[in-house]
């Protein structure tokens, strides 16, 4: 780490920690040994069920090991207490505090939610609380949305009641937080898309978003010009059949040329106080262009060759795309 002193040790301390390494590497592998062969001869109790927890407790990312612990509480699911889940429940919990970026955990919990005996919506409640909590201490990890969504999709089949609303007001209450959460723009995308299709607004509502959309992502990309999680959110924005079947053909010009001179303004400010135009207004300046040609609209100065050639001295990681799109 930055700033701690690396510590110095002598060669009997590296030589003996070489010793108790390789201690803990024979115990690990004896016990997975161990664990694999009571899969093998096909062994589901609860003394197999406890080496399976010794040897994810060492190692989580161990995948086969999940799976045979399923097949395990399978096995004994039909005896099995309520308490038994509650704990399963909990030991998925200490793991994902330790690992929140171990896809076999979340995988191995929504598992136990969807197979807990009995399960009431109140659980499933619960569970997106627990997620709640989990994003507030690390608003990026992807695991976390991808579980949050699933929890969503459940708890609507049990009310049959779309959460849409509430959980594009969550999203907005994130990024407001942190403009870079690319999960979140990501989430966004996604319900905005489910609202638009399940037609759960009604077309003067739907307008309403759309035209409050554009200011929303105004304020981001003054905010942040530099992050891609909006450019990426705008550019998706920008060309979606949705917004453009919601808008008139006047109403969605005048959307592009409004977004286009903002843009333009960002630029030249960032070109006035860093001596370098901004690549991602750029590239977004093209993506407005071609949509206003695709509608008709006679451009009256085309720049995209233009801002292609500045891409590639901005960006010569991507020389070949441009040139391409150059020869076009």
């Known amino acids: 780490m ?10 009997e301390i590296l030589k003996q920690k070489h010793l108790q390494d390789q201690l803990k590497i024979k115990t690990y592998k004896e016990l997975v040994d161990k664990t694999l062969d009571t899969r093998d001869n096909k062994i589901f109790t609860s003394e197999s069920l406890g080496l399976t927890s010794k040897v994810l407790e060492l190692n989580p990312e161990f995948n086969t090991v999940w799976n045979y612990r399923r097949d395990i509480i399978l096995h004994l699911r039909d005896t099995a207490p309520t308490e038994f889940w509650e704990n399963e429940l909990q030991f998925t919990m200490e793991k994902l505090r330790r690992f929140p970026k171990v896809y076999w955990i979340w995988n191995h919990r929504i598992w136990v939610l969807n197979n807990f005996p009995h399960a009431t919506t109140k659980i499933w409640m619960v569970e997106l609380a627990i997620v709640d909590k989990l994003l507030s201490m690390d608003a990026r990890n992807y695991h ?10 459940k708890l609507e089949t049990l009310t049959d009641k779309s ?39 009604k077309k003067e509502e739907m307008k309403k978003m759309v035209l409050e959309e554009i200011l929303y992502i105004t304020n981001a990309i003054y905010t942040d010009a530099d992050d891609q999680s909006v450019w990426f959110y705008t550019k998706w924005f920008l060309e979606n059949e949705i ?37 991602w ?18 451009v009256e100065e085309e720049h995209t060759k233009e801002y292609l050639k500045k891409l590639i001295e901005l960006d010569p990681q991507r020389t070949k795309r441009y040139l391409h799109l150059l020869s076009k």
């Open 243 to 279: 917004v453009r079947l919601i808008l008139t053909g006047d109403e969605y010009i005048k959307m592009l040329e409004d977004m286009n001179n903002n843009i333009v303004l960002i630029n030249n400010d960032d070109l006035e106080f860093s001596g370098t135009e901004n690549s």
């Open 144 to 153: 976390g949305w991808h579980y949050r969504r699933l929890i969503i999709k």
């Open 163 to 201: 959460m849409n609303t509430e959980e594009l007001a969550y999203v907005t209450t994130i990024i407001n937080k942190n403009i870079s959460n690319y999960s979140a723009w990501h989430q966004r995308v996604q319900l905005i898309t489910n609202l638009f299709e399940e037609h759960e607004l």
């Open 2 to 11: 930055h700033g701690v002193k690396r510590k110095q040790y002598s060669r």
């Open 281 to 298: 207004c750029l590239k977004i300046l093209i993506v407005i262009e071609d949509a206003l040609k695709s509608t008709g609209h006679a």
